[in-house]
C-alpha cells in the first residue's frame, strides 16, 4: 500500500515525498521506471514517449486503486528550452482548440504539451479509466474513482502545471478534476493573465518547491511578463522550508547585467547537479516533512 493521502485536500507531505519519488523515477529508462511505481504502490503502469519536440522526455502515468498520478521528466541540459525562441508566448486557446481565452503560455512547453496530448491521456485512460457515457450510479459503482495527481522536475515541472491547466479548463476534460500538483524547481509557464487565471482554479492545489538558489525558477524573466503560479515553497541555505522566504526574495531582486549573461550562466546549468538537483529536492522532502507539515497546520 502507498503512503499517500489520497483523499487530501490541503498540503500533505506523505504526498510531496511519493511525488517527489515519482518525479525522480520519471528520469530512469522505462523498465526501471516501471519497478519504481511498483515499489511506491503503483501496479497500474503507461510511459508516455514526449519526444517531439525535446529529447530525451518522457512521462509516466500510474494508479492503484486510491488515486493516480502522471508524472514528467525535465531534459538533462536546461540548454534544451531555455532561449528566447522557446520563451516566445502563445495563446493557450490557440494550442488547445476550444479552451476558454485565458492567456498565453510559453510556446516551447506549450507545443510539448500539445504534442503528445493524446498519448497522455490514453496513457491515463489506461491507468484510470473514467466511466463511459453517462456518469451514473452503475458506472461510478464499477470504475474505481481515483484521485488524481501531477508532478515534475524542472521542465517537467512546467509539462505539470499546464497539464494540470488543460484538465481543468477544456471542456471535455472536466470528469478529471485534479487533486494536486507538487513540482520541483519549476520554471514559469505563463505571462501574467494566464498565471491570474490559473491561481483562480488551481492556486491551493498547486505547490511549488524552490530549493536555495536554483536559477530555474527564475526564468523566463518577470521582465517579460512571465509570472509565477501556486504556492512557493523554498529551501532556505539551511535547508528549512518557508512559505515567506527574505533569502528568495533578495535572490529574485539581484541585478542580471543582462539577459545574455543570464542565458549564458542557465543554460549550463543541469537537473542532476546543485541546487536544481532532482535528488536534492526529494532529499529535503524527506528530511523536513514534519516541518513541511508544520508551515500549513
Not at 538533462?76 to 528550452?81: A, M, R, V
Request: aromatic content about 12%; some cysteine.
Amino acid at each position: 500500500m502507498a503512503d499517500f493521502e489520497p483523499a487530501a485536500t490541503s498540503f500533505s507531505a506523505k504526498n510531496a515525498l511519493l511525488l517527489a519519488s515519482a518525479a525522480q523515477a520519471a528520469y530512469l529508462d522505462e523498465p526501471a521506471a516501471l519497478a519504481r511505481a511498483a515499489a511506491l504502490g503503483l501496479p497500474n503502469f503507461q510511459w508516455i514517449d514526449l519526444t517531439e519536440d525535446f529529447a530525451g522526455l518522457h512521462a509516466f502515468a500510474a494508479s492503484c486503486d486510491k488515486f493516480a498520478i502522471l508524472a514528467f521528466r525535465g531534459t538533462l541540459d536546461t540548454k534544451d528550452w531555455m532561449d528566447d525562441l522557446q520563451a516566445t508566448p502563445v495563446r493557450f486557446n490557440w494550442l488547445f482548440e476550444g479552451g476558454p481565452e485565458v492567456g498565453d503560455v510559453h510556446a516551447g512547453f506549450g507545443h510539448a504539451l500539445r504534442d503528445a496530448w493524446d498519448d497522455i491521456n490514453a496513457a491515463l485512460e489506461a491507468v484510470a479509466p473514467r466511466p463511459a457515457g453517462n456518469v451514473n450510479l452503475a458506472s461510478l459503482a464499477t470504475v474505481p474513482q481515483r484521485t488524481f495527481w501531477i508532478t515534475g522536475h524542472s521542465l517537467g515541472g512546467a509539462l505539470a502545471v499546464l497539464a494540470g491547466a488543460a484538465f481543468s479548463m477544456l471542456p471535455h476534460n472536466v470528469i478529471r478534476p485534479v487533486s494536486g500538483i507538487y513540482t520541483f524547481g519549476q520554471p514559469r509557464i505563463g505571462l501574467l493573465p494566464f498565471c491570474g487565471n490559473y491561481d483562480q482554479l488551481l492556486h491551493v492545489k498547486t505547490y511549488r518547491f524552490v530549493n536555495k538558489q536554483d536559477l530555474v525558477p527564475r526564468v523566463p524573466f518577470r521582465g517579460w511578463d512571465y509570472s509565477d503560479i501556486g504556492r512557493m515553497i523554498h529551501f532556505d541555505s539551511s535547508g528549512i522550508p518557508r512559505l515567506q522566504s527574505t533569502e528568495w526574495t533578495s535572490f529574485l531582486s539581484r541585478t542580471i547585467e543582462s539577459f545574455q549573461d543570464f542565458f549564458s550562466i542557465a543554460a549550463n546549468v543541469r537537473t542532476d547537479v546543485g541546487d536544481h538537483s532532482m535528488d536534492g529536492y526529494q532529499q529535503l522532502v524527506q528530511s523536513e516533512a514534519a516541518a513541511l507539515d508544520a508551515l500549513f497546520s
